[in-house]
């Protein structure tokens, strides 16, 4: 019963680290992101904290899941 629940986390947890991630990624291609990148060297904080957090997901989401 609980290996079902931490699948089923594991799942969950892996689909919002990949929604992150490509939210993330869209805004790296942004106007505002390009904008910043060429004024101050880097990404904006919100960037940043979507691909890092989307990340963080997503690697725990696969260990959720392929765990044994």
């Known amino acids: 019963m609980a290996g079902k629940n931490i699948n ?8 919002i ?8 990624l869209n805004l790296y291609g942004a106007f505002g992101d390009k904008f ?5 060297g880097s990404s ?7 691909l890092i957090s ?7 989401g696969a260990v959720m899941i392929f765990k044994k």
């Open 8 to 15: 089923t986390v594991g799942i969950i947890l892996l689909v």
């Open 17 to 24: 680290g990949v929604a992150l991630l490509i939210w993330g």
């Open 44 to 50: 904006t904080n919100e960037t940043m904290l979507f």
């Open 54 to 60: 989307g990340a963080v997901c997503a690697v725990l």
């Open 36 to 40: 910043s990148r060429a004024l101050t």
